[in-house]
T-cell receptor
Framework: GQQVMQIPQYQHVQEGEDFTTYCNSS?????IQWYKQRPGGHPVFLIQ?????EVKKQKRLTFQFGEAKKNSSLHITATQTTDVGTYFC??????????FGKGTLLTVNP | KAGVTQTPRYLIKTRGQQVTLSCSPI?????VSWYQQTPGQGLQFLFE???????NKGNFPGRFSGRQFSNSRSEMNVSTLELGDSALYLC?????????????FGQGTRLTVV
């Protein structure tokens, strides 16, 4: 079945440093979504990428979808303490099933 | 509008018992998905319901079952509980089952099996 791998599992940065998490799917995706889960909270939708090679920005966050629609990345520029949390990618396959990666836990040292 | 509501928020059960968790989706949403979240495994897909029909199923044993009612509310049931079933169970609703459907998550039900 469809598998979505996400790396790294953990990332600790100093405030102001950049952060990137990567997502790879075993199959071609219809689209990919990104979620953020704050400690003790529930996943919250950030964005969806649909087109091959698509790049979207949300303030300091940049999301990319690979040309083959099998990989994606989330890059945060100049991290802040408010960025702390676990970032999940979720790939949607042809059967509409949303498969989540295991997430990257980001901690930020002020 | 109100978000996704899951009840109860916390639950402690004994091995061998069964449990039923409830999820009320956002008004107008017809798709409900269930996930199991554990520290080591992340978000594991359980099943998805759309218009009272199970549309997708994850790789969980038959002890895990669910259903959806005509008002889109959903329940999931776990029978013969095992210690390993201790987890946060998250429900997510979407407006449709379409490929562009964004998932809105509830706060989850934290189940502890002792």
């Amino acid at each position: 079945g469809q598998q979505v791998m996400q790396i790294p599992q953990y990332q600790h940065v100093q405030e102001g440093e950049d952060f990137t998490t990567y997502c790879n799917s075993s199959t071609t995706l219809s689209n990919i979504q990104w979620y953020k889960q704050r400690p003790g909270g529930h996943p919250v939708f950030l964005i969806q990428l649909v087109k091959s090679g698509e790049v979207k920005k949300q303030k300091r966050l940049t999301f990319q979808f690979g040309e083959a629609k099998k990989n994606s990345s989330l890059h945060i520029t100049a991290t802040q303490t408010t960025d702390v949390g676990t970032y999940f990618c979720a790939g949607r396959g042809s059967n509409y099933k949303l498969t989540f990666g295991k997430g990257t836990l980001l901690t930020v040292n002020p | 509008k109100a978000g996704v509501t899951q009840t109860p928020r916390y639950l402690i059960k004994t091995r061998g018992q069964q449990v039923t968790l409830s999820c009320s989706p956002i008004s107008g949403h017809r798709s409900v998905s269930w996930y199991q979240q554990t520290p080591g495994q992340g978000l594991q897909f359980l099943f998805e319901y759309f218009s009272e029909t199970q549309r997708n199923k994850g790789n969980f044993p038959g002890r895990f079952s669910g259903r959806q009612f005509s008002n889109s509310r959903s329940e999931m049931n776990v029978s013969t509980l095992e210690l390993g079933d201790s987890a946060l169970y998250l429900c997510a609703s979407s407006y449709s089952q379409g490929f562009s459907a964004e998932a809105f998550f509830g706060q989850g039900t934290r189940l502890t099996v002792v």
